[in-house]
């Protein structure tokens, strides 16, 4: 049987092959071990911007390389990529300044029963939009058009989002070493992208029966198709591309939602349909 360090050693060859390596690799491999460690335990760490001062976004990215290795050593697949932090009210809740970025794997995927208890430390839900590829895009240079020609189907998504940092006291670069926050998410029924008006579409979100928020497409970035070519730009210049059959989470349009096991979320975009999700 081939051990998991062995696994590791060749995802992460994979990953790095033909990019140069930070210099301080060490502390690379460092954070990212300890990130993991603190998802697979369940445990929260330090801000690492409390800890090294000069740690920088590209920091974070490589960081964010070395979790995805260790993920997909134990038998996970890349199924796509997602921009955080689109909106103000999320980027003044958590107090950071821009859009965050990070990769979806396949066992983050729920349909109408979440196990946040078994897997989650500090979750708060999201509302927003999911893009499926059926076209890859490759940045810099990607449009807004570019995107709905790419786009195979959008559909309306619960992210439930959690955070590896304590008391997600969290800066940009906190948040990209983290794998932007990522949690788990669910997906509501497929829509074709054509004729749709972005920016003035509409999500309701009740929580245990009870209207909790509202918000527009406008709410991330300016709309939902933005906020992909921006992570489709952003991604390019790492060499990263969004690829034909990726799903891609495009960020909140609401102010996050603290959950606990035993919730029911119910989330709505007005002309594209319901989903509901329960947390056990």
Known sequence: MVSHQALFDLAFCQIFEGDVLPVDHSLIKALGDEIFEALRTRQTLPPITERYADFTIDDAYQVSLRILAHRKARGETLIGKKIGVTSFAVQNMLGVDQPDFGFLLDQMVYEDEMPISETLIQPRAEGELAFVLKKSLVGPGVTDADVIAATEWVMP?????????????????????????????????KVKPE???????????????????????SAALGSPVKCVTWL?????????TLDAGDVILSGSWV???PVVPGDVMKLEIKGLGLTELRLT
């Open 255 to 257: 102010p996050l939602l």
């Open 157 to 189: 998504c619960f992210e439930v989002v959690d955070s590896r940092i304590e008391d997600w006291r969290i800066k940009i670069e906190d948040t990209v070493a983290d794998n932007a926050s990522c949690g788990l998410f669910s997906m509501g029924p």
């Open 195 to 217: 004729g749709l008006d972005f920016p003035n579409l509409e999500m309701t979100v009740w929580k245990n029966g009870e209207v909790v928020a509202e918000g527009k497409g």
């Open 232 to 240: 489709a730009n952003t991604l390019g210049q790492y060499g990263i």
